[in-house]
């Protein structure tokens, strides 16, 4: 047995690669509103609610979402990629993959 997660995904390829480009955007734009000066902390508090629904509605986790919700909405923390990272979960299950329970 390998030491690689597996596929884990229930969705056709498709479907997946839309939604990693989906997730990507999500995550680029979080980024983006950290680059705006004095406009960036308020963009966040409007784009966090904005995101964490989107990454609820595309992964269905209140546990992403939240961290969605948390990462946009504490300072500093808008460069992790909380979207992709929902992703490359329900793709390889990468949760249960870093707890070892692949």
Do not use: M, P, Q
């Given at each position: 047995s390998s030491n690689m997660p597996r596929n884990n995904?229930?969705?056709?390829n498709g479907s997946s690669i839309l939604k990693l480009i989906a997730s990507?955007?999500?995550?680029?734009?979080g980024a983006l509103t950290y680059m705006l000066p004095f406009?960036?902390?308020?963009?966040d508090t409007v784009w966090a609610p904005i995101s964490a629904f989107l990454i609820y509605r595309m992964y269905g986790s209140?546990?992403?979402?939240g961290a969605g919700f948390m990462e946009e909405i504490l300072p500093g923390l808008d460069i992790v990629p909380t979207a992709t990272l929902?992703?490359?979960?329900e793709r390889w299950g990468i949760a249960n993959w870093i707890r070892g329970r692949r």
């Open positions: 995904s229930r969705r056709g990507l955007i999500i995550d680029a734009i406009l960036g902390e308020f963009a209140v546990l992403w979402a929902a992703w490359l979960n």
